[in-house]
């Protein structure tokens, strides 16, 4: 698809000269991620017994997708990761008093399952990023997003993850509600050949490389009805994620954590918070305003006033280009002003150089 066409149509170019150092009030940072090498061979049964996985810290417990405004998970979950020429690897711990799973045929709905699922966007352009889930009888659903369903984007059950393996262990028994179960863990390897078609950044990465990545595990009310479990009908399900999203919503890839590939020695590598995250908050502001003005007016608007948002709280300088139909927002990066990050109507989000950038200046 021709990306850059359609400014070609654009009726009204300005920019915006904000007066003082941009202080936008902040979305809470994503979190890190530090993803060492594995220096031994994983072996994908569930269990994560493997001496491999020693060297990988566990994440932090997960919480309510909408953060910490909501009550915290009732039971724990948490995620491990670790990387080599061939796969990432991602472990999942889940307490569990009731192991129940129902689902057997790929690629169903399996939230309406209990379910742990992955999200995974490598170049974190909003674009083309794919999304894992699987229940506790191990039955998977890979599907890929051309972009965000917000923005008309087209989820592709058929795409199908290359040379992917998991494995689900039960500690405990599942659909049997007369016991009480402990837990389950999941081991998924993602085999690189299975990422390289979304995306041109390196792969496998390299040292230092990030990544956008979140997890959430979907966790139903159940009862028992004549000695089977059933979900209590009328209650919404529970969605407990690693990064907080802060909405119900894990179609927000701009909200999701930081996978960071360490290829030096596992101990005493920081995770680095992304230099570039507030100038790329920034741009999201204006794209969330802009959908807002659109829903409101059927027009996307000329202005930051017009937006109801602050100029002083933003980068400069400001470029936005409105069409009846689009609208494209740029700011400089943080690393080297010459270079811009630009976002468009449906939140594709990518950063040019200093000949792009001129090139559409003199359209
Ligand atoms: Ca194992
Ligand atoms: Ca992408
Ligand atoms: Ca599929």
């Known amino acids: 698809m021709n990306r850059i066409g359609w ?47 020693a060297i990988a810290p566990w994440s932090t417990a997960f919480v309510d ?6 009550p915290k998970p009732r039971w724990r979950t948490r995620v491990k990761m670790l990387w080599d020429d ?51 009888k191990n039955t998977t659903w890979d599907l890929l997003l051309t972009k965000p369903y917000r923005d008309g984007g087209r989820a592709i059950n ?51 490389d990030q990544w956008r990545i979140n997890f959430s595990r979907v966790e ?46 596992p101990d005493g590598v920081a995770f680095r918070p992304d230099p570039e995250r507030h100038v790329r908050d920034a741009l999201h502001r204006i794209y969330y305003a802009q959908r807002e003005h659109k829903a409101k007016t059927g027009t996307f608007a000329g202005s930051l006033e017009a937006l109801k948002l602050s100029a002083a709280q933003f980068p400069k300088p400001l470029n936005m280009e409105v069409t009846r139909m689009s609208f494209t927002a740029e700011l400089p990066t943080h690393a080297d002003p010459a270079w811009r990050w630009v976002i468009s109507h449906d939140s594709w989000i990518r950063k040019i150089g200093p000949q792009d950038s001129g090139k559409k200046r003199n359209n």
């Open 86 to 136: 061939v796969a990432l690897y991602i472990a999942a711990e889940m307490e569990e008093p009731h192991l129940w799973a129902t689902l057997t045929e790929h690629d169903s709905v399996i939230f309406h399952d209990n379910d742990f699922e992955v999200f995974l966007d490598p170049d974190g352009d909003n674009q083309n990023y794919c999304e894992l889930e699987l229940n506790g």
């Open 7 to 53: 400014l070609g149509l654009t009726f009204c170019i300005f920019t915006v000269v904000a007066l003082s150092q941009p202080h936008i009030p902040a979305w809470p940072d994503p979190l890190g991620y530090v993803c060492n090498r594995a220096e031994q061979p994983i072996h994908i049964d569930g269990k994560l017994d493997d001496p491999a996985w």
């Open 220 to 265: 139903w009310d159940l009862d028992v009805v004549s000695g089977k479990y059933q979900k209590v009908k009328g209650k919404p399900e529970y969605n407990w994620v690693w990064s907080p999203q802060g909405a119900i919503d894990m179609h927000r890839p701009e909200r999701w954590g930081y996978l960071q590939f360490n290829g030096a020695k």
């Open 65 to 70: 997708i909408e953060g910490d405004a909501k």
């Open 158 to 208: 058929a795409w199908e993850i290359i040379g992917l393996r998991t494995a689900v262990h039960l500690d405990g028994t599942l659909n049997d509600p007369r016991d009480k179960d402990r837990s389950w863990t999941v081991e998924i390897a993602w085999p690189w050949k299975g990422v390289k078609e979304l995306t041109s950044v390196p792969i496998p990465p390299r040292h230092q």
